[in-house]
């Protein structure tokens, strides 16, 4: 049975809706739209510098559905109706979409399309830094296979470099930067087969420490798989999962020191990362044992944010004259979708969305190209005719007109949010669907909810952002950003702007075709 309290509460947040009393004026809508048509013409002068610095942020499973929800939120967050609320990627004068697929895989993992937009190869799912003749978790058919990312591409142009992610370090995004696996699970040799370690394949941790060794920041989580099998981790110490993985015996971070003795360690988590560092210190950080806390349960004064860890990461990034690469994800966006918490998933994008304006305020659309983008989506949508203003997390206006039960506006086509109550669907008015963690109802039940195959969207700013612009292949990304950088293997181009100096962003020549707690170590 219905509470007529929540049939009167749905039919209230109709007639209450909030609109503006300036968007009632036919002329706000006119203004607003002419003043989007002048910004628009100066397009027109395009930014053709040379971009001496390149910072991609990837928004793990950020489709345009969770982009638009987050635009919501970020409103709501601040007292607004939400929907005319502008995230900073919003603000970016170019727009495009990029197709996800993996080789073998209409709906992709976020390895395959990993080493798409960080090596501008497609590539098999489950697979990271190699070409599509690798098949996942068959070690044999690595070697030859190995693809380069945009990172080495920076380091060997004699960029600074840097990995910043709210996953594990060696996580699949963050790990196609660096390394050449069959398979994304490998995070150490634990999860590795017999098969696989006695043909020679090295593990992800051990790749990120010995591939390329001057990597200048690298902060995220995953210590655990670090330090050797069973040693207690520094700050859950009675916590067996957090203990070591290692087999093979090795300290990596004492490994990883002897190569960069100028590395600071620590083994706190940190508001500690501004206290205990300076711009002028080499530093890195692992700061949980595995994945980073959600943005909702962050302690804020031992647990550094995504947004902090991108602003120290540009302090030290920026000493180099040569400009710098940095990568940044936002992965546990992906984490919320795949467990059916909405509420953690759109948080961990506003908060992703704050870093993309943190390092806006630090750098020059003169001479850095800002790339934001999704590996791919997931199944989550949202709506039911919910009117303006409407928590993003609130119920639809109405009842289903075949079970005759509220809904909330977010669901998703599956996962773990499938209830059944007596031989019918869970009436959501007998729980907390505001609860942080509470798990939004789906279509089929699945024990973890599923990546979506739709295009994602691009959005870019600085020198040469006008070259994404339509439907891309995936793999088209660091291309652009490489040509824009005038780093990797298509350099021809400039040759006009070789004998410029670092201060100067210079203008490349083109082609008539395109122009239109954690340890600190």
Not at 374 to 389: C, E, K, Q, W
Request: proline share 5%; hydrophobic share 35%.
């Amino acid at each position: 049975m219905i509470s007529p309290f929540l049939v009167l509460a749905i039919s209230t947040c109709v007639t209450t809706s909030l609109v503006p009393e300036k968007e009632k004026d036919p002329k706000y809508w006119r203004d607003q739209a002419q003043q989007t048509l002048k910004n628009a013409l100066k397009l027109q002068n395009l930014n053709t510098n040379v971009a001496k610095n390149v910072i991609l942020f990837l928004g793990d499973g950020m489709g345009v559905s969770t982009v638009t929800a987050a635009r919501i939120l970020k409103g709501q967050l601040h007292h607004s109706p939400g929907e005319e609320t502008r995230l900073e990627m919003d603000k970016f004068p170019y727009v495009a979409l990029s197709k996800t697929y993996n080789t073998n895989a209409q709906v992709p993992d976020s390895a395959g399309t990993a080493t798409a937009y960080l090596c501008g190869v497609k590539a098999n799912e489950g697979t990271v830094g190699v070409s599509a003749a690798t098949q996942r978790s068959h070690c044999n058919t690595t070697q030859g296979n190995e693809v380069t990312s945009i990172l080495r591409w920076a380091k060997d142009a004699g960029k600074s470099v840097g990995i910043v992610t709210t996953t594990r370090v060696n996580h699949a995004t963050p790990s196609a930067a660096y390394a050449h696996s069959a398979d994304r699970d490998w995070y150490s040799d634990n999860e590795m087969p017999p098969e696989a370690l006695n043909q020679g394949c090295k593990d992800i941790a051990y790749q990120l420490m010995h591939n390329i060794r001057d990597i200048e920041v690298i902060m995220g989580g995953g210590r655990k798989y670090m330090f050797p099998k069973n040693r207690t981790d520094v700050e859950y110490e009675i916590d067996e999962k957090a203990r070591g993985t290692r087999l093979d015996g090795l300290n990596l971070i004492d490994i990883w020191k002897s190569f960069k003795p100028r590395h600071k360690v620590a083994r706190s988590g940190a508001r500690g990362l501004q206290a205990r560092l300076s711009p002028s210190t080499l530093s890195s950080g692992l700061f949980e044992p595995g994945d980073m806390q959600y943005e909702l349960n962050r302690n804020n004064v031992t647990d550094p944010s995504l947004s902090e860890m991108v602003e120290m990461a540009i302090k030290i990034l920026s000493k180099n004259p040569k400009g710098f690469f940095l990568l940044v994800e936002g992965g546990r966006i992906d984490h919320g979708h795949h467990e059916g918490k909405a509420k953690q998933a759109l948080h961990e994008a506003v908060e992703m969305d704050q870093a993309i304006e943190q390092a806006g305020t630090m750098t020059s659309v003169e001479d850095t190209i800002t790339v934001v983008t999704a590996d791919h989506s997931h199944v989550f949508t949202f709506g039911g005719y919910t009117p303006r203003g409407n928590s993003i997390f609130g119920l639809a206006p109405m009842l289903s007109d075949t079970d005759k039960k509220p809904f909330t506006a977010i669901l998703y086509g599956n996962g773990p949010g499938y209830k059944v109550v007596g031989g019918e669907r869970e009436n959501v008015s007998m729980v907390d669907y505001a609860h942080n963690n509470y798990q939004a109802q789906s279509a089929v039940p699945l024990r973890h909810e599923t990546h979506g195959g739709e295009d994602v969207a691009v959005f870019a700013k600085g020198p040469m952002a006008h070259l994404l612009h339509g439907v891309h292949e995936q793999n088209y990304i660091p291309h652009v950003m490489a040509y824009a950088a005038c780093i990797g293997a298509n350099r021809d181009h400039c040759a006009s702007v070789s004998s410029l100096g670092s201060s100067s962003p210079g203008s490349l020549l083109l082609p008539l075709a395109l122009l239109p707690l954690g340890i600190l170590f």
